[in-house]
């Protein structure tokens, strides 16, 4: 086992294995249940499904409780870092994950999908490269040596500008490539999914530490915190392939198709990263962890939206979920490289 992985908690080592069991599972059941499964899919209000909704909640919530805004006092001791990750984050990323996808999706398959499902893959592409990571790369910073304090510093400034850029630049997008969505859906999907997270994690930080401690709140409160996050994701991931299992049995393919231009994506932004922040002269430990917050995603939020916008059997959903299954041996090849390169 490589030093890399041994450092990783199980969840984060095995993602990638959760996943795919989860995927087997879910196909199991919706294969058992049959159409009875359907009523899970009818618990809507607004267009937000609830049992989704609180899946979500329960993962996304340990992410946010353990960010400190506080740290965004220190944003100028590193301006260029944080610069190179606010552009590729939000200038780049979002715009080569939609050309990307409308170039795998919309032409070079037009033979293996229809263009009703090709559109749906690049709307999940979308949404999933418009939300840079944020948990998770902190692990990726941890393996590369990262500076925590900038790494800490970068996911709060980000975590704040995807509440004001999320929506238009999701919105622009799936307009440009013709893909129609309801903008009050995706309004409250992000309300839903970030807003109240956020607020509800930020609070609970706070209180906490200012009531127990900082170790009690890392060494109890977030350990015991971790397992439900991780049983949320799984949970969704069940229920997604529960709905979507007829169409991989009939199209195993499309896992492949979707995976292709995902992970061809995600080398280009750490490349593209990497290669400006060498030129801008930043140091290794600043330069690591911005190119790993663009590469990687805060898949989270993109499934949570995607079966917001597109329903729990969508094409969409499935773009997103496949997102997850390639992220920890994409992201590992990335950390690899980042220490070979070390300088």
Same mark, same amino acid.
């Given at each position: 086992?490589?030093?890399?992985?041994? =450092?990783?908690?199980?969840?984060?080592? $095995?993602?990638?294995? %959760?996943?795919?069991?989860?995927?087997?599972?879910? #196909?199991?059941?919706?294969?058992?249940?049959?159409?009875? +499964?359907? *009523?899970?899919?009818?618990?809507? @209000?607004?267009?937000?499904?609830?049992?989704?909704?609180?899946?979500?909640?329960?993962?996304?919530?340990?992410?946010?409780? =353990?960010?400190?805004?506080?740290? +965004?006092?220190?944003?100028?001791?590193?301006?260029?870092?944080?610069?190179?990750?606010?552009?590729?984050?939000?200038?780049?990323?979002?715009?080569?994950?939609?050309?990307?996808?409308?170039?795998?999706?919309?032409?070079?398959? !037009? !033979? $293996?999908?229809?263009?009703?499902?090709?559109?749906?893959?690049?709307?999940?592409? +979308?949404?999933?490269?418009?939300?840079?990571?944020?948990?998770?790369?902190?692990?990726?910073?941890?393996?590369?040596?990262?500076?925590?304090?900038?790494?800490?510093? =970068?996911?709060?400034?980000?975590?704040?500008?995807?509440?004001?850029?999320?929506?238009?630049? *999701?919105?622009?997008? &799936?307009? *440009?490539?013709?893909?129609?969505?309801?903008?009050?859906?995706? +309004?409250?999907?992000?309300?839903?999914?970030?807003?109240?997270?956020?607020?509800?994690?930020?609070?609970?930080?706070?209180?906490?530490?200012?009531?127990?401690?900082?170790?009690?709140?890392?060494?109890?409160?977030?350990?015991?915190?971790?397992? #439900?996050? #991780?049983? !949320?994701?799984?949970?969704?991931?069940?229920?997604?392939?529960?709905? =979507?299992?007829?169409? @991989?049995?009939?199209?195993?393919?499309?896992?492949?198709?979707?995976?292709?231009?995902?992970?061809?994506?995600?080398?280009?932004?750490?490349?593209?990263? %990497?290669?400006?922040?060498?030129?801008? /002269?930043?140091? /290794?430990?600043? &330069?690591?962890?911005?190119?790993?917050?663009?590469?990687?995603?805060?898949?989270?939020?993109?499934?949570?939206?995607? @079966?917001?916008?597109?329903?729990?059997?969508?094409?969409?959903?499935?773009?997103?979920?496949?997102?997850?299954?390639?992220?920890?041996?994409?992201?590992?090849?990335?950390?690899?490289?980042?220490?070979? %390169?070390?300088?």
């Amino acid at each position: 086992m490589s030093k890399e992985t041994e =450092q990783m908690g199980v969840f984060e080592r $095995y993602l990638s294995v %959760w996943v795919a069991l989860g995927i087997i599972g879910g #196909i199991v059941l919706g294969k058992v249940l049959g159409d009875s +499964i359907s *009523v899970l899919s009818e618990m809507n @209000i607004a267009n937000v499904n609830l049992p989704v909704a609180l899946l979500v909640w329960l993962m996304i919530f340990p992410m946010m409780v =353990q960010i400190d805004f506080s740290s +965004i006092k220190d944003v100028g001791k590193t301006p260029k870092g944080l610069g190179l990750t606010l552009v590729i984050n939000w200038l780049i990323k979002p715009f080569t994950m939609a050309f990307f996808a409308w170039l795998f999706f919309d032409k070079l398959y !037009a !033979a $293996y999908l229809s263009p009703e499902l090709a559109q749906e893959y690049i709307a999940g592409a +979308i949404i999933l490269g418009a939300a840079p990571c944020t948990a998770m790369v902190f692990v990726w910073s941890y393996l590369t040596k990262g500076d925590p304090e900038y790494t800490l510093v =970068q996911v709060a400034i980000n975590d704040l500008v995807l509440l004001v850029a999320f929506i238009p630049i *999701v919105k622009f997008l &799936l307009g *440009v490539t013709n893909v129609s969505i309801p903008f009050d859906t995706l +309004i409250s999907s992000v309300v839903i999914f970030v807003v109240i997270p956020l607020v509800a994690g930020f609070l609970a930080n706070k209180i906490l530490i200012k009531s127990f401690g900082q170790k009690w709140f890392e060494e109890v409160f977030m350990v015991k915190l971790k397992p #439900i996050s #991780i049983m !949320a994701l799984l949970t969704t991931l069940v229920l997604l392939f529960a709905f =979507q299992g007829e169409r @991989i049995l009939a199209n195993p393919l499309h896992i492949v198709l979707i995976a292709i231009p995902l992970t061809l994506q995600t080398y280009f932004i750490f490349f593209v990263a %990497w290669g400006v922040g060498r030129k801008m /002269h930043l140091p /290794h430990c600043i &330069l690591s962890p911005g190119s790993m917050i663009g590469a990687s995603n805060f898949f989270e939020l993109a499934v949570a939206v995607a @079966i917001a916008l597109f329903g729990l059997n969508s094409g969409a959903a499935l773009a997103t979920v496949v997102g997850v299954l390639i992220e920890v041996p994409v992201m590992l090849s990335l950390v690899k490289i980042s220490n070979k %390169w070390r300088y």
